[in-house]
């Protein structure tokens, strides 16, 4: 085997370095003391869990989800629907920026995960996408990113606008670089901030798509299914949601999925971003761990209870 196909192969493996804290270089840019982490799971997370899925009528369908994890029950539970006429205008003079948005990972898993697909990338050194301004009161690091949809176009975003669905939405999801990984974010009350983008699907658009993502699909169709995206064909994050600049609605929340911890700032972009038809049959065709094809995938928005909605 040669050196280079030993470093691809090598690529997207479990590497951990010294554990630490993030830090503050001279220049004001944050970074992890690890070049990567291989803690993914959620402390209390999806893997702990019992069988839970996004069938009203099952045992342990949404409605049922608190027997899963209590927190599915709580008080500041996502996604919301956000009604623009309550959000409270913020005019903050520090912008939302992510700090490596054009940054490539040296390879990228993707992965079925039995109720969604995920693509997490492995970074180089100081190269992990950070995120900070806005509602953020510290710098937050990309771990992460999984989408939720619906049978047709007509409904499968999770958080909703005025009412209104969107075919797709995206989570950006970021950690509080006060914490080690994660894994251990997870559990803080400001360990997370996860971004949603949602989709408007293209018409006549079944036969080609602009979505680096999508082209990998095929590769995860089965549940537990993961490929390694190489190097060559990796993309960054602004390949995904292009470049900054929008305004966005911000609120406290939860993970949308059981352990449901109430530990995530929210941050919903106004920007749309563009899926095709194809992009759209590719996720459908995705089985769960059920067995069935993947064709919902979204929890209906909770109470909004005593939260206020900011926008940005």
């Not at 996604?79 to 700090?99: D, G, H, M, W, Y």
């Not at 993707?110 to 950070?130: D, H, I, Q």
């Amino acid at each position: 085997m040669s050196a280079l196909c030993l470093s691809l192969l090598l690529a997207c493996q479990p590497v951990v370095f010294a554990r630490g804290y993030a830090q503050e270089d001279a220049a004001g840019s944050w970074h992890p003391n690890e070049v990567s982490y291989d803690e993914t799971e959620v402390k209390g997370g999806r893997s702990n869990q019992q069988s839970w899925s996004y069938t009203l009528s099952d045992a342990l369908g949404p409605p049922n989800w608190p027997i899963v994890a209590p927190a599915c029950g709580g008080q500041f539970q996502s996604p919301i629907n956000i009604n623009t006429s309550r959000a409270i205008r913020v005019n903050r003079k520090v912008p939302l920026e992510i700090v490596g948005l054009r940054n490539r990972p040296t390879c990228i898993t993707a992965e079925n995960e039995g109720y969604s697909v995920k693509f997490t990338p492995k970074w180089g050194f100081r190269t992990r996408p950070m995120m900070r301004g806005g509602p953020l009161k510290t710098a937050y690091f990309f771990e992460q990113m999984h989408f939720h949809w619906g049978p047709n176009n007509s409904e499968g975003s999770e958080h909703r606008i005025n009412g209104e669905r969107f075919p797709l939405e995206v989570h950006l999801v970021f950690y509080n670089g006060l914490y080690q990984s994660l894994a251990e974010a997870a559990g803080e009350v400001d360990g997370l901030a996860v971004v949603g983008f949602f989709y408007d699907v293209v018409p006549g658009s079944s036969s080609f798509s602009f979505n680096s993502w999508s082209n990998f699909l095929p590769q995860v169709r089965q549940p537990g299914a993961k490929f390694e995206i190489s190097p060559t064909r990796s993309f960054s994050l602004q390949d995904v949601v292009g470049a900054m600049g929008w305004s966005y609605y911000s609120y406290d929340g939860s993970l949308t999925t059981p352990p449901c911890l109430e530990t995530v700032n929210w941050i919903v972009s106004n920007k749309r971003l563009s899926a095709t038809e194809l992009d759209m049959s590719r996720l459908r065709s995705l089985i769960t761990k059920q067995g069935k094809q993947m064709v919902l995938n979204y929890r209906s928005p909770q109470p909004q209870n005593t939260r206020r909605v900011f926008f940005y």
